[in-house]
């Protein structure tokens, strides 16, 4: 196999130089997307040449049309019979895919499908019945509809297992050798994702001939666009440390990562007790549930989306300014994905990883990883984070006072005028609309096992100090304070898997930066 390292810095091609037909340059010019970013440029010519690849790059950065393209391309509108498979790891993935690949086939009259788990089988047998040309899916629903008969691979020409690493790893390996050995020998195969460890990248390149592997080596593994926090903070002591640092930052869409289900459960109560907007994202969920709660962080009517590894992988969220991890991941590659739900598509974003003290070989294994140091942040005082809350329902008043309609009320505002100075009650506005009751409300957070040690390491105070409140912030939003968001770690999640997906959308400011971004300026 050929492995082939790209750096961003060189020239990047437009999409009509890339082999692309018409129909397909339209709708890439209807998403508003200008330039293909290095991923696109450098696999897009592969695969519309019939090379097996494995495509890897930075989170964010448009893998989804990296596969999709060409795929699309390729589509024979006179064949009625399914030509590309699609595997994603989660229900929310499956659907965002399909919805960027129905975007982007839309001017081809390209008819793509998808079927997960959760939801009714028998509609999507229904729907199945149209002849899809593409159809994505999770693994286990993807088999049920097999051996059903209700979907047949063997005209495939494609198969794409994005978040590629995800999918080979224990948890789902069985369904993907189950699936692909419905798939022609003849096919080609697609690995995409951002992370790709070398044992594997094996297993996977088993299933391929001949692959090529792009990789586009940013400087650092993570996004320079995402400034990254390390708060060093006893297990205990955790839930206070992660809700002050929120009053502080005041995350306007933030994802907290937990380690398991239940955590991100007891995190998600815990953080509405204290009075936050906030709802839990994981496997046990009903998909009712979650495409509700995914759809109100979309709309911002929740702003903390708290989430497991699995539950977050790949999700393209419009505007996520910050990423919490309370648990630090157990393996560097989660990192990458949970981090790279900020940041993406040119935006910035701030990241704060919580960690104990016996954890810091983990945040040293990271860092390995990542060639990107995370700069420590003290933990915010009670105070601080008082003051936090005060500043944030400041900000809420002049929102408040032109909603409410104070003509029939005046008499009693009068009268509350005359028994209170302004100050009293403009004091007592803040203190309610802070939450400051709620601020200590009693939480309850089960404790996980520590992780192992890690092997070689000396859980030393390394680094110190930490970033204080008061300091100047480097970006606009606020060098550690201002957004959040966290995730979680996968391996309890994993056999949950079946099923997660997630939404989209279009349409950010307009940027260019080293990630090779470039949109036109949308609403
Ligand atoms: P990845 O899979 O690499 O994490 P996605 O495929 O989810 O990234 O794409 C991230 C975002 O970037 C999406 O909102 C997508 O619509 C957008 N995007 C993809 N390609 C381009 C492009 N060439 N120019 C501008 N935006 C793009
Ligand atoms: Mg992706």
């Given amino acids: 196999m050929y492995t082939t390292l790209y750096t961003f810095k060189e020239k990047i091609l437009k999409f009509s130089e890339l082999g692309l037909s018409q129909d397909i340059l339209d709708a890439i010019a209807t998403h508003s997307y200008v330039e293909a970013t290095p991923i696109q440029e450098k696999t897009i010519p592969?695969?519309?040449?019939?090379?097996?690849?494995?495509?890897?790059?930075?989170?964010?950065?448009?893998?989804?049309?990296?596969?999709?393209?060409?795929?699309?391309?390729?589509?024979?509108?006179?064949?009625?019979?399914?030509?590309?498979?699609?595997?994603?790891?989660?229900?929310?993935?499956?659907?965002?895919?399909?919805?960027?690949?129905?975007?982007?086939?839309?001017?081809?009259?390209?008819n793509v499908q998808v079927v997960f788990g959760g939801s009714d089988i028998r509609r999507q047998i229904q729907q199945l019945k149209s002849h899809p040309q593409i159809l994505v899916g999770t693994p286990g629903r993807l088999l049920d509809h097999i051996k059903r008969h209700t979907v047949k691979l063997g005209d495939v020409k494609t198969l794409v297992l994005d978040e590629a690493d995800e999918m080979l790893n224990m948890g789902f390996l069985d369904d993907i050798e189950a699936i692909i050995a419905e798939v022609p020998a003849q096919r080609q195969t697609?690995?995409?994702?951002?992370?790709?460890?070398?044992?594997?990248?094996?297993?996977?390149?088993?299933?391929?001939?001949?692959?090529?592997?792009?990789?586009?080596?940013?400087?650092?593994?993570?996004?320079?666009?995402?400034?990254q926090y390390f708060v060093r903070t006893r297990p205990q002591e955790k839930f206070d440390t992660l809700t002050r640092i929120f009053d502080v930052q005041a995350p306007k869409l933030g994802i907290v990562f937990g380690r398991t289900k239940r955590r991100v459960e007891e995190l998600a109560r815990g953080l509405e007790a204290r009075g936050y907007h906030a709802a839990g994202l994981h496997g046990d969920l009903t998909q009712q549930m979650r495409s509700r709660v995914l759809d109100q962080f979309k709309n911002h009517e929740i702003n903390l989306l708290v989430a497991t590894d699995v539950a977050a992988r790949g999700l393209d969220v419009k505007d996520v300014t910050h990423v919490y991890n309370f648990d630090i991941p157990q393996d560097p590659e989660?990192?990458?994905?949970?981090?790279?739900?900020?940041?993406?598509?040119?935006?910035?974003?701030?990241?704060?990883?919580?960690?104990?003290?016996?954890?810091?070989?983990?945040?040293?294994?990271?860092?390995?990883?990542?060639?990107?140091?995370?700069?420590?942040?003290?933990?915010?005082?009670?105070?601080?984070?008082?003051?936090?809350?005060?500043?944030?329902?400041?900000?809420e008043v002049g929102?408040?006072?032109?909603?409410?309609?104070?003509?029939?009320?005046?008499?009693?505002?009068?009268?509350?005028?005359?028994?209170?100075?302004?100050?009293?009650?403009?004091?007592?506005?803040?203190?309610?609309?802070?939450?400051?009751?709620?601020?200590?409300a009693p939480v309850e957070i089960s404790r996980e096992r520590p992780l192992p040690r890690r092997r070689g390491g000396s859980s030393s105070n390394r680094r110190g100090g930490g970033r204080s409140y008061g300091d100047k912030r480097r970006r606009g939003n606020g060098g550690g304070y201002r957004g959040g968001r966290g995730g979680s770690s996968h391996h309890s999640d994993r056999r949950d898997r079946n099923d997660r997906g997630g939404n989209r959308n279009g349409g950010y400011r307009s940027k260019s930066s080293s990630h090779g971004f470039t949109v036109r300026e949308k609403g």
């Fill in 399 to 440: 929102k408040l006072i032109h909603s409410v309609n104070t003509e029939d009320i005046q008499h009693q505002t009068k009268q509350l005028l005359e028994e209170y100075s302004a100050e009293q009650l403009a004091a007592a506005l803040l203190a309610d609309l802070a939450g400051l009751d709620k601020q200590n």
């Fill in 46 to 110: 592969l695969t519309l040449a019939g090379r097996d690849v494995i495509g890897q790059a930075q989170t964010g950065t448009g893998k989804t049309a990296a596969f999709g393209l060409p795929i699309l391309e390729n589509i024979d509108l006179d064949n009625p019979n399914i030509q590309a498979a699609i595997i994603s790891p989660t229900r929310e993935l499956a659907i965002q895919t399909a919805e960027e690949l129905k975007k982007l086939g839309h001017d081809k009259h390209v």
């Fill in 334 to 395: 989660s990192y990458v994905h949970r981090i790279g739900r900020t940041g993406r598509a040119g935006a910035e974003g701030t990241s704060v990883t919580l960690v104990a003290p016996n954890e810091m070989d983990y945040l040293r294994a990271i860092e390995e990883l990542t060639k990107k140091r995370m700069e420590p942040l003290r933990p915010a005082t009670l105070q601080e984070a008082r003051i936090g809350r005060i500043n944030t329902a400041v900000g």
């Fill in 190 to 227: 697609l690995l995409f994702s951002a992370t790709m460890p070398a044992a594997i990248k094996r297993i996977g390149v088993q299933f391929m001939t001949n692959p090529e592997h792009v990789q586009i080596k940013a400087k650092q593994l993570t996004t320079d666009l995402v400034e």
